[in-house]
């Protein structure tokens, strides 16, 4: 199982990023994934879920922002981000478990991608 995360960059606070994660040695319709985030400094924190049938579920601070997705057929991942907050700057990464259910904790997670940094600037 691999997880390749790209589409971080900077951007000004309001604006928006999308990110991807292309996943190989698994199809996406059999495991639940995730985007988690890491500030420096800060514990890793889970962001959003969404479960091989797709249901989705998102962390308080950034529901109604941000977007999670899946293209079964490219077998990928998306966050679309949208009103970012500076306080939204983190290194941003994927995980994959092959479970029915999504668990907030990253410890749970057997696969990673290697992260792919967002900054917002204020």
């Known amino acids: 199982v691999q997880l390749v995360e790209s589409g971080g960059g900077s951007v000004q606070a309001g604006g928006s990023l999308r990110l991807s994660c292309a996943a190989s040695g698994y199809t996406t319709t059999s495991y639940g994934m995730a985007w988690f985030r890491q500030a420096p400094g800060k514990e890793r924190e889970w962001v959003v879920s969404i479960s091989r049938y797709g249901f989705t579920i998102y962390a308080d601070s950034v529901k109604g922002r941000f977007t999670i997705s899946k293209d079964n057929a490219k077998n990928t991942l998306y966050l679309q981000m949208s009103s970012l907050k500076p306080e939204d700057s983190a290194m941003y990464y994927c995980?994959?478990?092959?479970?029915?259910?999504?668990?907030?904790?990253?410890?749970?997670?057997?696969?990673w991608g290697q992260g792919t940094q967002v900054t917002v600037s204020s």
């Open positions: 995980a994959a478990i092959n479970s029915l259910f999504c668990p907030r904790a990253g410890s749970e997670y057997p696969f």
